[in-house]
């Protein structure tokens, strides 16, 4: 009787605890999404219709016409390819490197690459800034792409170099009696078996780029990223947010992350616990 | 991470041993070559940066005055605690770190606890928390800016539902707005923190249960005689990052409150960035991100020497 009970109070618990952190979570999403197609006259009005009588694209069509949105996706969508294949490449060869070699010069390497990510931004900012701009990087793609790349690099190598060492050594000896060299071994045998790791660290690090503030916030003006470009809406006025344009904004941006994370729950899951943390 | 302190045999590919030690020195030579990219972007991405801040640290640099940098010594330093702007952000910075780290340590392990029960809402809850992770918190903030509103808001919206005559402004006043911005950089993170905490969850194994369960120990002694004693080591070490990450926090001000009211919500992020790029007092700033590098620097080994205690 008692267990049943306990069984009735343990269900009810559960569920009503996930119903708030459910409400929590997506009631402000929801929020945004539906203020995006509010029209204006509902939109600035109290109490908030969360069930508004008509809908408006308006908002997107501003956004898209006038503010030319997509050339913004556009260049987040380059900067972000190019930042992941780069990392990917060069940290694939290190980790390698890293793995088959032992050498005391080698394991500092390794280790002043994965704790460098706790260097914080605002500590290399400024004299950043100044050496990019010397070298005529500022506001630039390859600028953005090194910088980028470079932000990705401690936990690609983590989570590459982790995986790789757990490719057997035997795998590589048996390529070696082949006759396979050194590159060979490295490009045809090894790396085939890396691709699990690589999708986990692709579909991290593209939330990475897109979360990314600082860098294109700081180390561009003309090239616009998403995450910046919510910031430059135009304001009709100094005291008042331009919430419908913002909104509207947000949800282009939230609303592909949100079917990304759908789709790739478990993969996100994997590579978050398997790198312990991101950066 | 490749064993250190190899003998003096010259640090042989681990399989080419018996190979000739030329072979080797070839070897290792072609190692280090396909080390160096990721080292050359590092470098000059953050070693030479750091080493500049350094620097730059000991000077007086202003772009807005005429006259080239002038080596002060430390005065930079001592600035910083005579400047009532940077009191203020060394004030608010402690307290947001402290407060956002109590409540992410208490809210992230119930959370976890809860993302650990295996009930049919386990998938969903399971997807949702990564949302605000996945989310730019630029988003997060400005949707804050507006939620906060007094007038328009939603969090007042939703406390008239049951109190129709609130009226509160809150990003106007000084604690309700340091408030406002430790409960997004909550919303955003907490979620993220509780997902590492479940990895650790999931380590314990199932039998330690059991056994408690067969002894007939109760769900809240279960909880402290085993769970946390389990997952403290790996709480404690998210914590260093998620510290870490609270201290040189800038997107959240940044979107939310740009600093304000007056200076309140100014992390010390925010005021390193505005003396470095709207007001040029570029030694100045440095001297305050080598101060918060200072301050990062031994809060982790305070967490990293707990960390040791405990085992």
Sequence with gaps: MSSTLNRTLAFLVRWALTLIVAFVILFPLYWIFISSITPKNQLFASPINYWPS???LENYFYLFNRLDIMTKINNTLLITVFALAISTVLCMAAAYAFSRFNSRGLTIAFSALVFSALIPGIVTARPLYDFMRMVDLVDTFPGLIVLYTSALIPFTMLILYNFIREVPLSIDEAAEVDGANFLQKMIHVTFPLMRPAIATVSIINFITCLNDLFTPLFYARKIEVLSVAITTIPRESSY???????????????????????????????????????? | MPQAGCSRMACLPVHARGHTVMKAKNKLLLAWLLVVPVLLVRGFTTLYPVAMTFRNSLFDISLLRPGGPRFVGLD???????????????????????????????????????????????????????????????????????????????????IRRFNSSFHFDWL?????????????????????????????????????????????????????????????????????FFTLWRLTSYDVVYSMTSGGPADYTTLLSYRIMTEAFTNLNLGYASAIAVFLFAVMVVISSLNLFAIKKLD
Excluded at chain 1, 247 to 265: A, K, R, Y
Excluded at chain 2, 92 to 103: A, D, G, H, K, R
């Design chain 1, 54 to 56: 008509a809908a408006t």
């Design chain 1, 240 to 279: 008042q947010l331009p919430w419908d344009k913002i909104s509207t904004m947000g949800w282009i941006i939230v609303f592909p992350i949100i079917l990304f994370v759908l789709v790739f729950q478990k993969n996100i899951m994997e590579g978050i616990m398997a790198g312990g943390v991101k950066q």
């Design chain 2, 76 to 158: 930079n330093f001592f600035r910083i605690f005579s400047d009532p702007k940077l009191l203020v952000s060394i004030e608010f910075t402690t307290l947001f770190t402290i407060v956002s780290m109590l409540f992410h340590i208490v809210f992230g392990i119930a959370l976890a606890l809860l993302l650990n029960v295996n009930f049919r809402g386990k998938r969903f809850l399971r997807t949702i928390v990564l949302i605000p992770w996945a989310m730019p918190m630029v988003v997060a903030g400005l949707a804050a800016r507006w939620a906060f509103n007094d007038e328009y808001g939603l969090i007042n919206d939703l």
């Design chain 2, 172 to 240: 106007v006043y000084a604690d309700s707005a340091r408030l406002a911005v430790v409960a997004v950089d909550l919303w955003k993170d907490v979620p993220f923190f509780a997902i590492l905490v479940l990895a650790s969850l999931q380590f314990i194994p199932g039998e330690l249960y059991e056994a408690a369960r067969i002894d007939g120990a109760k769900t809240l002694r279960i909880f402290w005689h085993i769970t946390l004693p389990m997952i403290t080591k790996t709480v404690l070490t998210i914590s260093i």
